[in-house]
């Protein structure tokens, strides 16, 4: 099995080490990721500059790239131009930080993931709500594990969204196919006052997890639960908003163009 390797978190991230070498011995490892940390881009492509990708070092078995690009971009340059063949499997981690619930709209480990749908390639996000404890290592063996184990291939159109607890003071027991949560946070933007006067927001707040159902994502990984969710990206919803008939004919002549 060859497997691609990418988050947002930056080449340099624990989560992404430790997965890459925890997968060698599942197949050919590749990674690419971006060169700096890139979390929370969404699904941005980089249009009006260069992509630069700079091959690296991560140990034996693995070829690695470090792009000056989102983790979108690393997934499209990978499988368009780094390499020879599209990889058979895109894992996106193992994040620092949970993505649950409408996390997954912000997520750049969770596009990474959506893009290797988007050209047909089978892909999990995963990510660890805290590297507390044993952390990554943890984490990363885990997902040899489930892959081992527990996996099997989504159905297409369908990525996976795997979220990893907190690891202490106590390890997961169970796997939880769930759905997404909502996960709202709280006293998001702090106002300050820069050095000549202006005033600026800073983006912050915490989510409060607790309070969300157990058989939701948010509510399930806030007891300790692994969750698995499935996501698929058609959110045409024409079943909802039923139009009849489906085509509305337009009266060009009721149609007066403002002169400027
Ligand atoms: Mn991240």
Redesign the pocket.
């Known amino acids: 099995m060859r497997i691609l390797v990418t988050?947002?978190?930056g080449i340099d991230a624990a989560g992404i080490l430790a997965l890459a070498r925890a997968l060698v011995s599942l197949g050919e490892v590749m990674v690419a990721a971006p060169e700096r940390?890139r979390?929370?881009s969404g699904h941005s492509i980089t249009l009006h500059k260069p992509l630069h990708a700079f091959t690296r070092d991560l140990g034996p078995n693995v070829r690695a790239w470090a792009i000056t690009g989102t983790p979108v971009d690393c997934v499209k340059l990978a499988v368009e131009a780094l390499l020879r063949d599209p990889p058979d499997l895109v894992v996106s981690g193992i994040?620092?930080?949970s993505n649950l619930g409408r996390d997954v709209f912000y997520?750049?480990?969770v596009s990474a993931a959506i893009e290797a749908l988007f050209l047909g390639i089978p892909a999990i996000a995963i990510s660890l709500a805290s590297p507390d404890g044993p952390g990554f290592p943890w984490a990363a063996a885990f997902v040899k594990w489930w892959l081992q184990n527990g996996y099997e291939p989504p159905p297409a159109g369908v990525l996976y969204n795997l979220n990893l607890p907190r690891l202490v003071p106590r390890l997961p027991t169970e796997v939880r196919r769930v759905k997404l949560g909502k996960r709202q946070y709280q006293n998001e933007f702090h106002r300050r006052v820069d050095p000549r006067g202006h005033e600026y927001f800073w983006l912050a707040g915490s989510a409060s997890d607790e309070t969300e159902e157990p058989d939701t994502d948010v509510g399930a990984v806030a007891r300790g639960y692994v969750t698995l969710t499935p996501l698929r990206l058609e959110i045409t919803a024409l079943d909802l908003v039923p139009i009849r008939p489906g085509h509305l004919p337009i009266d060009a002549d009721a149609i007066r163009i403002p002169s400027s």
Request: no cysteine; proline share 0%; aromatic share 0%.
């Open positions: 988050n947002d978190d940390e979390s929370a994040n620092n930080g997520s750049g480990t």
